[in-house]
């Protein structure tokens, strides 16, 4: 019973309702980071590994700190904190171990902190009543997800440069159409496993 819990968490975090294709959260990183496959992997990590601790913390903090005392209102902020504490663990370490990847990304790693699709996966926890285990494996899902998104529009935006492209379609232009393409791929998935 617990086995198909977590299976039907994953495909539904990575393929059936993927936070960036389907939820359309975290479209600017989307966007920015994935013009090259390395920096797409390293954001996509950076991304996995805030979105399953904060998942794991925010919950935590909801359940036995916040929903107690009745200050369900002030999640928001609580859960804001945590991210934006896991982002500057995530950039000093970065910095300090693989500061090509670190420049790489640039301006894109403190983004996380204010990256919708890492706040939402916390919320969506929340309404969805999950467990602690649940709101980690959904957060560990959501962010695979989320690289799944970036690593796969960055292949073909990579392609799309040795492309032979309509001038009025080179750049921002294409790159979005590409998206809504993937978008619409990945539609396809809805209905799978009655979720």
Known sequence: MIMNSIIIIAISAILVNNIVLSQFLGVCPF??????????????GAVIFVMTISSLITRVIYGSLLKPNNLEYLNTIAFILVIASLVQFVEIILKRFIPPLYKALGIYLPLITTNCAVLGAALMNIDKNYTVLNSTLYGLFAGIGFTLALVLFAGIREKL??????????????????????????????GLFGI
């Open 31 to 44: 966007l920015g980071v994935s013009k090259k496959l390395d920096t797409a992997f390293g954001m996509g």
């Open 161 to 190: 440069e040795y492309s032979d492209v309509p001038e009025s379609l080179k750049g921002l232009p294409i790159s979005l159409i590409a998206a809504s393409l993937v978008s619409m791929a990945f539609l396809g998935f809805k």
